[in-house]
């Protein structure tokens, strides 16, 4: 490893050094117990500990109280960036509010983020931080709970599909075309759970997903929100999920969801509210005819992945990550069609407040450049004991809708953060 100066003795502002590493440790294997910070597929990514700084926002103009905190403060920052790639320099990890009027978002600033982007590796220290502890070898993982209490959230299943039926007599009667519809799932272990082993089992059995950490909202997501590299933008769109099955009725399920008419006018609605909110921003948007299928462990989705190039002119073209991010949240992968229809019939119907569950997750840099994926397949720790955590799983109800497959669709769902408890 080589580490610069950490510290410039005449700088009255913060310092910022990002140093290149010769070792490529496991970017999981990193993270302290504690204020784990982290955004990681296949590898590459960020993790961050420590609290440099942090702002915790809510009410209309959320987004832009954040942008404009997070530009005033990485202008006052005194930054040595020997890498100089996408995520090097300063970052801030952000967990925003399902609905950032009413709930609370987070953004964290870390002392220490470790990153990789192919091959390059390198360490970023804020403030009077000695490298050489950072990457000292982590300790073993505890093992896992050997006991794992389940419970209903606020609605039991039998509810929850009253619930599915009410929406769908909605969209029968032509109040709205599509909602998403959640459920909360309650785990309390005999030990307290280390989110350690949560992202590193999530990680492991998840190769396609994002490993995703802030503030106690753990997960794997598999939809990317929005990417934003320079002016190019890019997008994973899911909507229309079927479970997996064994052997060759696995290959049945997957053609029934390719071939589902419900299934891809569910996607539709998903893949046109990211386009539609995108437009404005962008000269060209280039979106495939139709969509793919990404099979993952637990379920398989219907998968549509939008480009774009910001244009270059303009305010929409001085637009940074989370105004585009403002923009384009709530799609109808998580919301409904039409969105303020939809929105209200989750707050009447679901029960519960989402919190920070399927609200844009992921980290940002001081060019306004970052990842924000959608906080999906998660767990949110408690704040008053250790050994309990919040799942969190949800599904597009559109016409044709069954109740009885839609709970079975947040089973699936709720599957993955389960196997990673339990293993
Ligand atoms: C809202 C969730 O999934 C969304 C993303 C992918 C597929 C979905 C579906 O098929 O219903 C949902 O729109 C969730 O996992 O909690």
Request: glycine residues 10%.
């Amino acid at each position: 490893m080589t580490a610069a100066a950490l510290t410039s003795p005449d700088a009255v502002a913060p310092a910022v050094t990002t140093v290149a590493l010769a070792d490529s440790p496991d970017l999981l294997r990193l993270l302290p117990r504690d204020g784990a910070l982290s955004w990681v597929r296949r590898g590459e990514g960020l993790v961050g500990w420590g609290e440099a700084d942090r702002l915790e926002v809510s009410g209309p103009g959320a987004l832009a109280e954040a942008a404009a905190w997070w530009a005033d403060r990485s202008a006052g920052l005194v930054v040595d960036d020997g890498v100089g790639v996408p995520g090097s320099g300063p970052v801030v990890f952000g967990s925003i509010a399902f609905d950032p009027a009413a709930g609370t978002s987070v953004f964290v600033v870390p002392e220490v983020v470790v990153g990789r982007r192919a091959d390059v590796t390198w360490l970023t220290t804020t403030g009077d931080v000695d490298p050489r502890e950072v990457l000292a070898a982590a300790g073993p993982l505890p093992p896992a709970p050997a006991r794992l209490r389940y419970a209903d959230g606020v609605l039991d299943p039998a509810s929850w599909c009253s619930a599915v039926a009410a929406a769908v007599a909605r969209i029968d009667d032509g109040d709205l075309a599509k909602v998403v519809l959640a459920r909360d799932l309650l785990v309390t272990a005999d030990a307290p759970l280390d989110p350690r082993r949560l992202l590193e089992r999530l990680a492991d059995r998840f190769p396609d997903c994002w490993t995703f950490a802030v503030d106690g909202l753990l997960g794997a997501t598999p939809e990317l929100l929005l990417r934003r590299t320079g002016r190019e933008l890019s997008a994973r769109v899911l909507a229309g999920t079927a479970p997996r099955g064994a052997g060759a009725e696995d290959e049945r399920l997957a053609v029934g969801l390719m071939d589902s008419a419900k299934d891809r006018a569910e996607h539709a609605l998903a893949v046109d509210s990211l386009v539609r909110a995108l437009d404005p921003y962008c000269t060209a948007l280039s979106v495939p005819d139709g969509p793919s299928l990404l099979t993952l462990a637990n379920v398989r989705h219907l998968a549509t992945d939008v480009t774009g190039t910001q244009r270059r002119s303009g305010r929409r073209g001085s637009a940074g990550l989370l105004e585009l991010v403002d923009a384009v949240h709530p799609t109808a992968a998580v919301c409904g069609t039409p969105p303020d229809r939809a929105a209200a019939v989750i707050a009447e119907l679901e029960g519960f407040d989402r919190g920070r569950y399927a609200g844009p997750v992921g980290w940002l840099d001081a060019d306004g450049d970052g990842e924000f994926g959608l906080a999906l397949r998660c767990a949110q720790l408690s704040d008053d004991d250790p050994c309990s955590a919040r799942l969190f799983a949800g599904c597009g109800i559109v016409a044709g809708s069954d109740p009885a497959a839609e709970l079975a669709e947040t089973q699936s769902k709720f599957a993955a953060v389960q196997a990673a408890l339990e293993s």
